[in-house]
Nanobody, 123 residues
């Protein structure tokens, strides 16, 4: 089993930045891919970014050039640097992990998920 705990959410103004972190514990040796997905009220879950063990990344179109996913394998921690935030980025953000290869579209369906951290962007 893998446990995921997100942190770093909060409030930011439009155009601002936030960095999310996701600490993994448990059977971390089994993780091959990780990612972030988000869910806004009344909307479906949406994959935001994904990264595989070999470092390959994928992003949802609306965040390309603004968000960067990265990982620190020594610390078993995943990050999401969010720059140039927009009002539409407001959502609950979740970390997810899998023992298999993935891309951004599958992140909401990965085996392991955290409890989420709220991101609110205001004008």
């Amino acid at each position: 089993q893998v446990q995921l705990v997100e942190s770093g959410g909060g409030s930011a103004q439009s155009g601002g930045s936030l960095r999310l972190s996701c600490a993994a514990s448990g059977s971390t040796y089994s993780i091959y891919s990780m990612g972030w997905f988000r869910q806004a009220p009344g909307k479906e879950r949406e994959g935001v970014a994904a990264i595989n063990r070999d470092g390959r990344t994928s992003y949802e179109d609306s965040v390309k050039g603004r968000f960067t996913i990265s990982q620190d394998n020594a610390k078993n921690t995943l990050y999401l640097q969010m720059n140039s935030l927009k009002l539409e980025d407001t959502a609950m953000y979740y970390c997810a992990a899998s023992s298999y290869n993935t891309d951004v579209h599958w992140v909401p369906f990965l085996t392991y998920r955290g409890q989420g951290t709220q991101v609110t962007v205001s004008s």
